[in-house]
């Protein structure tokens, strides 16, 4: 693998993190990983409707880039984006209650699994069209910059979107333009049961990314550390006027494309090989040797997350349901769904 | 008020000049409408000299790039006019339009705003053929969430436009290629035009006759002439195709029992479908006379001048259809 940045080793603790930091890292990973089991299990209990592509495996990128933004700066995302509204700040009650289809789900249950989004949080939305949200990223980019503003926008998005046309226009107006853009490959090696080498002629995408004149990176997306550094280097350069940028992170799906897929073409040595490098694991590994965190405070910890799920998934019990009428509303800001004024 | 005589052209510039004055968000994005060149059409000529570059940004030929970047600048608050230079174009950005633009706000639950305006210019007439010269109205209107314009004088072009960028709802702003020189009163006045209110163009009794964009001069120009043989029409223009004021369409027909339904798109699942249904809802037992449309038989525009004339709708394909009916000969 062409991963510049795994350059973090169990022995020493990183001089650029402070144990705070990477306490809070570790405990979203289990956040999100527990949020994943915990809705595969609703869904496989008939409790959640529609489609779930779960993120098992690929929690260090999004806690590796959000835990480099602020609370102004932007993302988009995909969808399978439970992961990455969570690192950017989604509350898991609220999302818990979004997949019950409750009136207090981000979305009134308008959007579900794949349209998470919270805009108080500058989380613009997940869509479920691969590449999608590449050029609408790029608009944020350039409004940022219309009004001189110093957020930044990362666009998360899978590495089936690479071959789609929108990935490519994003991609040079976002270099024509110079706007504070962050595009993030989280690629998983598949696009649904598509290998990444399958899907292009030598499958270098930083290479083919530079070829737009966006500076981009190859990182490890099962170490955590080398994603938020990788995030940190393209956050600064984006947010001091340095244009977009673009990060790779290699990462794994431990499961099916979604909740239901037997994932036939995942080989199981793959599979295990994978899932031995998971990035939870190595964190606490981390976290242990460098003296920041004991057995103890890890089981509380867990207790802890578990808990928050278990809340969580009450409170969108608990709930009332989106009324069926609301089916109706919200569609336009000016008029009804008739057309009428209001 | 001050009233003077421009063209269709002019008062569409002028709507958006005013507006990028009394708001900074307010911006143009699209190809080729920068000067010296100023819009293939030339809408936008003079804009970027007066009000810079970055007001009003000339693209790549990247319609799915260009429409993406509205949208996620409408969403933060920005207030896009998106121009592509021909509907047909559209297709290229389709998914940022039908399933982003006009999906977010319902998707999010109500949190999104998308002030857009995405304008473009379609129809026949100009032997341009079956990829320059289409009328897909109809796809926009039947997309939840996106709004639909279609003026066709210089008064409506200038008050639509005005209020379409001041609305937070993204809108599909749809001109004609052959009504950018023509010419017509507008007020020297600031001035908006409601969407959701249609203009009866003119009075009639005997048939009502419900036309969009060119056909509605097609329109007039044929009332003319059967008013000299004593048939009268009233020509109502929706200008806005959604929202669609029913209301006025209902109360004409109830008043002439007749309904022709005029557009220059393909007949089948066009617009005046539309306009047919509700009509054959709402005002059922009035109409003593089939309801019929006048619309391009659902076929490519094809490039010769008299293959296209052919299929085109015209002043007296308009103006045979209402003599017959009003005859009884239909
Ligand atoms: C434009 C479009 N084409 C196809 C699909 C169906 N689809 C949904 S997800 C997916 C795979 C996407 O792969 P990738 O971008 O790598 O994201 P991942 O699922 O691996 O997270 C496909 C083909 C879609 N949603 N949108
Ligand atoms: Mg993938």
Redesign the pocket.
Known sequence: MNAKNADTTVETPPEDLTREQLLGMYRRMRLIRGFEDTAKERFEAGEIAGFL?LSQGQEAVPVGVCSALGPRDYITS???GHGDVIAKGCEVKRMFAELYGRATGYCKGKGGSMHIADFSQGIIGAT????GSLPTSVGIGLGIKQRGGDEVVVCF?????TA?GGFHEALNLASLWQVPVIFVC?N?L???SQPWEKTAYKCDLVARVATYHIPGECVDGMDVIAVHRAARRAVERARSGGGPGFIEAKTY?FLG?YVGDPALYMPAEEREAWRKRDAIVKLRGQLLAWGYLTEAEDEAMGAEVAAELQAGVEYAKASPLAAPETALEELYVHFDYLGNPR | MAVREITYREALKEAMREEMLRDETVFLIGEDIADPHGGSYKVTAGLSTEFGLDRVIQTPISEQGFIGTAVGAALIGRRPIAEILYIDFCTMAMDQIVNQAAKIRYMSGGQAKVPLVIRTQGGMGRSSAAQHAQSLEAWFVHTPGLLVAMPSTPYDAKGLLKTAIRLDDPVIFIEHKLLYNTKGPVPEEEYTIPFGVADVKREGRDCTVVATSRTVLMTLAAAETLEREGISVEVVDPRTLFPLDVDTIVASVKKTSRLVVVHEAVERCGFGAEVVAQVAEKAYGYVDAPIVRVCAPSVPAPFARQLEDYVMVDEKKIADKVRRLVRGEI
């Open positions: 592509h995909t969808h399978r479920g069209i691969v590449s998005f899978g590495d089936g979107a789609e989280q998983n598949y696009g649904l799906r494309h």
